[in-house]
């Protein structure tokens, strides 16, 4: 089983999840593989069989963006278009939406 995991109650598993390891019923039968995505039906599954909780793949955050790194592949991306050419507002406000999304900056109000 990797490091990267917590054991997640019945009640708080939703579809989508991801199980680290091998899931065994009460008598150790397998009842779900490794790696096996959690649907509404597997987990209504594991209610019936009596498993209480579930070893499940811990999502580790992405890392920062680099804000120098994401400029120039900004730059790259958008490199034929003047940055301050108010001519093509629309592929602006693309390179700003852009921009804001990959450096996770919190939208204008």
Same mark, same amino acid.
């Given at each position: 089983? $990797?490091?990267?995991?917590?054991?997640? /109650?019945?009640?708080?598993?939703? =579809?989508?999840?991801? !199980?680290?390891?091998?899931?065994?019923?009460?008598?150790?039968?397998? !009842?779900? %593989?490794?790696?096996?995505?959690? $649907?509404?039906?597997? *987990?209504? $599954?594991? %209610?019936?069989?009596? *498993?209480?909780?579930? =070893? *499940?793949?811990?999502?580790? /955050?992405?890392? %920062?963006?680099? =804000?120098?790194?994401?400029?120039?592949? @900004?730059? +790259?991306?958008?490199?034929?278009?003047?940055?301050?050419? +108010?001519?093509?507002?629309?592929?602006?406000?693309?390179?700003?939406?852009?921009?804001?999304?990959? @450096?996770?900056?919190? =939208?204008?109000?």
């Amino acid at each position: 089983m $990797s490091d990267h995991y917590e054991l997640v /109650p019945l009640a708080h598993l939703f =579809p989508g999840m991801v !199980l680290a390891d091998v899931l065994l019923d009460q008598h150790g039968q397998v !009842l779900l %593989a490794e790696g096996a995505v959690l $649907s509404e039906a597997t *987990i209504l $599954s594991m %209610a019936r069989h009596g *498993i209480g909780a579930a =070893p *499940i793949v811990r999502v580790m /955050p992405a890392p %920062a963006a680099d =804000p120098a790194a994401v400029q120039a592949r @900004l730059d +790259h991306l958008f490199r034929r278009n003047d940055r301050d050419d +108010h001519d093509v507002w629309a592929t602006g406000l693309l390179r700003r939406y852009v921009e804001d999304y990959r @450096l996770k900056k919190e =939208p204008a109000a």
